[in-house]
């Protein structure tokens, strides 16, 4: 007789998991239904004979690279919140969003987080050993969800967050595909311009022996740097990336490079308020999930992105462990102060002398403006800093909207105005001799 292995719920909705003997799966499922129970899975068990040996039985998994994306994690929070709206156990809820996601990193970390619960683990015990899916941010919301006992509810808050976070960094995004655009086409158009045509301009002119103007001689020069060294014009970017990158490896190499990144003329104001906007939020939800202050300063930090703000927020837990509230710390040490790397990269990336001296004007400016140093204060008097922290980052949401907006309409007849000028320089440079040549043959 044939044995199966079937899972249920019963009349609370709580999930059985059991094995029975019976002649067929009918009679198997005709059985459980008696016992009060609904099946919901139902499988033959394999004989000891075939499994001996063999072990758990695994699916086969791909190999995946990184983390989950946050669109896919975005979605899934906002599923498994509506599922746990309507009353479905978490096992079968991840089960059932599990079996919808496509092989990648979400789908092989909530089959791992199943296992994890079955084995008696809570919710949050078995996410946290999936952190590329799950990070501490998420977890600990979840953790702070089971305590209290509101699950449902800390679900919603946080697809809601991810949600917000979300759309503001695709209409970050979504800013900035323009302008990366025009400058890749208009760099493309310009090399081979560059390196095809100028170089055939310069073989006439040195036919007929013409005398060239400057202008000509500047753009024959350029043409002729660009047909040599033509690997440059890609490495150069390149390489400037990968010296950035080997930079913030190091310490104090990140905490210059983060401090530049805010101050750039332009886009440092946009980076700011993205940051603040991003941890207020962050914290707020941690806040008003229940989670420790201090965890959720920790958490608010790590998920910064920036050394000056990493720097701010660990300042403000010492202070909270001493006693003191958060708005006085984080006034007191929402500046930056000189760094010699930052310096550096003023002086490299900004005009010489002339950035190395915009930076001695800038890097004392506070990246914590009163009005929010001010709502955090009134939060904490009240009772109400979640709220107070939900409004400051409502508010630099829509600044960093109209922000990037206003920049990606100042960027546009910006880059039409370089294009057509190089564009004109180049067309003037190679008809002036032109027209000369031809006056001297009519």
Same mark, same amino acid.
Not at 41 to 58: F, H, Q
């Given at each position: 007789?044939?044995?199966?292995?079937?899972? *249920?719920?019963?009349?609370?909705?709580?999930?059985?998991? @059991?094995?029975?003997?019976?002649?067929?799966?009918?009679?198997?499922?005709?059985?459980?239904?008696?016992? +009060?129970?609904?099946?919901?899975?139902?499988?033959?068990?394999?004989?000891?004979?075939?499994?001996?040996? *063999?072990?758990?039985?695994?699916?086969?998994?791909?190999?995946?690279?990184? %983390?989950?994306?946050?669109?896919?994690?975005?979605?899934?929070?906002?599923?498994?919140?509506?599922?746990?709206?309507?009353?479905?156990?978490?096992?079968?809820?991840?089960?059932?969003?599990?079996?919808?996601?496509?092989?990648?990193?979400?789908?092989?970390?909530?089959?791992?987080?199943?296992? %994890?619960?079955?084995?008696? @683990?809570?919710?949050?015990?078995?996410?946290?050993?999936?952190?590329?899916?799950? /990070?501490?941010?998420?977890? /600990?919301?979840? =953790? *702070?969800?089971?305590?209290?006992?509101?699950?449902?509810?800390?679900?919603?808050?946080?697809?809601?967050?991810?949600?917000?976070?979300?759309?503001?960094?695709?209409?970050?995004?979504? *800013?900035?595909?323009?302008?990366?655009?025009?400058?890749?086409?208009?760099? +493309?158009?310009?090399?081979?311009?560059m390196i095809k045509i100028v170089p055939e301009f310069e073989k006439i002119f040195i036919e007929f022996d013409l005398e060239l103007p400057a202008m000509t001689l500047m753009l024959v020069s350029l043409s002729n740097w660009c047909v040599t060294y033509w690997y440059l014009i890609p490495g150069i970017p390149v390489s400037v990336w990968l010296m950035i990158k080997l930079i913030r490896k190091f310490k104090h190499g990140r905490i210059g490079w983060d401090q530049f990144i805010l101050k750039v003329p332009i886009f440092g104001q946009l980076v700011e308020k993205n940051i603040l906007a991003r941890t207020t939020r962050t914290l707020g939800t941690l806040v008003s999930s229940g989670v420790p202050i201090l965890e959720a300063l920790n958490i608010t930090r790590d998920t910064?992105? /920036?050394?000056?703000?990493?720097?701010?927020?660990?300042?403000?837990?010492?202070?909270?462990?001493?006693?003191?509230?958060?708005?006085?710390?984080?006034?007191? /040490?929402?500046?930056? +102060?000189?760094?010699?790397?930052?310096?550096?990269?003023?002086?490299?990336?900004?005009?010489?002398?002339? +950035?190395?001296?915009?930076?001695?004007?800038?890097?004392?400016?506070?990246?914590? @403006?009163?009005?929010?140093?001010?709502?955090?204060?009134?939060?904490?008097?009240?009772?109400?800093?979640?709220?107070?922290?939900?409004?400051?980052?409502?508010?630099?949401?829509?600044?960093?909207?109209?922000?990037?907006?206003?920049?990606? =309409?100042?960027?546009?007849?910006?880059?039409?105005?370089?294009?057509?000028?190089?564009?004109?320089?180049?067309?003037?440079?190679?008809?002036?001799?032109?027209? =000369?040549?031809?006056?001297?043959?009519?």
């Open positions: 007789m044939p044995t199966f292995q079937f899972e *249920a719920m019963d009349s609370t909705g709580a999930e059985i998991k @059991d094995v029975i003997d019976a002649p067929s799966e009918e009679d198997a499922q005709a059985t459980i239904r008696q016992m +009060g129970y609904f099946v919901t899975k139902i499988t033959v068990k394999k004989s000891r004979k075939k499994s001996e040996g *063999a072990g758990p039985a695994k699916k086969k998994r791909g190999f995946v690279f990184g %983390s989950v994306k946050s669109r896919e994690l975005t979605a899934f929070t906002r599923q498994l919140s509506i599922l746990q709206d309507a009353g479905l156990p978490i096992l079968r809820s991840l089960r059932i969003l599990a079996g919808q996601a496509k092989p990648g990193r979400l789908k092989y970390s909530l089959e791992d987080t199943c296992e %994890s619960i079955e084995a008696g @683990d809570t919710l949050s015990e078995a996410m946290a050993k999936s952190p590329k899916c799950f /990070n501490r941010l998420y977890v /600990n919301m979840i =953790k *702070a969800g089971e305590a209290g006992g509101a699950l449902e509810v800390i679900l919603q808050r946080l697809a809601e967050f991810q949600e917000r976070a979300e759309s503001l960094k695709r209409k970050v995004k979504g *800013a900035m595909i323009y302008p990366i655009v025009v400058i890749t086409v208009a760099v +493309g158009i310009l090399t081979f311009i910064s992105g /920036n050394a000056v703000f990493e720097r701010m927020y660990s300042k403000v837990g010492e202070a909270i462990r001493e006693g003191e509230s958060i708005a006085k710390p984080m006034k007191e /040490n929402s500046t930056p +102060g000189f760094h010699p790397m930052a310096a550096f990269f003023w002086f490299c990336f900004i005009g010489g002398p002339i +950035g190395l001296l915009l930076y001695l004007l800038k890097f004392n400016k506070r990246v914590v @403006d009163d009005i929010v140093v001010n709502m955090v204060d009134v939060g904490e008097e009240t009772g109400e800093l979640d709220t107070m922290l939900y409004k400051v980052a409502d508010t630099y949401d829509e600044e960093v909207a109209v922000l990037t907006e206003s920049l990606t =309409k100042l960027m546009e007849p910006l880059l039409i105005i370089f294009l057509g000028g190089a564009v004109g320089f180049i067309v003037i440079a190679l008809f002036i001799p032109l027209v =000369k040549l031809i006056e001297g043959l009519s």
